[in-house]
């Protein structure tokens, strides 16, 4: 019996995906080892000059990779704020109103139908972009002074140091929840990480039971209906 697809997610969102996530990943472990200067003795200064130099190159890629994806697909960029800041329906709101009695008990609790990104995902990704925007942000004017002549204050520096820490908290304290439902560890979403990390096609009945609205429009269309 054939069972109906649908694409969710093609090979370049994908790929930056898990680009974007390798590089979260180094960059938070050689971060935690710039953070506490006592590791900088333990490590030794030859050590502790390759880890920053590994930190400040991938961050180059970090802050590039969303740029360089925008510039190749503009759509991705309008689609990306179009789905975050579109209008709360009801069945958001009732979503929101529902999460946490669905934490607990799937089974039973019935949740309503949703977009293409669902309303508590909308609010978590907004927290996620403005983290990420903001380490981003600060990491450039902590590097600041090595390209510039003026001397910048120490005030100004602690400023922009404790505002990457923080950004950085905010992201340490979302991964694992982003991690939770979009790897698949929540019983009901753990046949979704294929969306990201497989062929990015997910099952018929899957999509109508996380994004309903969305999938019904797709299956309408057919445009990225397949059958396997």
Known sequence: ILTKYIMRHDKFPRA???AFSV???ILSLTGILLFYPGLGKIMGDSTFKTVTTIHHIIAIFFIGIPIISWI???ANFKHTFHNLFMKWDDDDKKFMRLFFPYLLNAKKVHMPKQQFVKSGQRFSDIIM???IFGISLSGVLLLLPNFTPIVWSSTLLQIWRAGHDLCFLGIFMMFPIHVFFGGGIFQPYHRLARVMFGDGYVSESDAL???GHWAEEELT???NVVEK
């Open 16 to 18: 930056n995906h898990c």
């Open 23 to 25: 590089g979260g990943i």
């Open 72 to 74: 190749i697909r503009p």
């Open 129 to 131: 972009y403005l983290c």
């Open 209 to 211: 039971y996380h994004w």
């Open 221 to 223: 269309s057919g445009e």
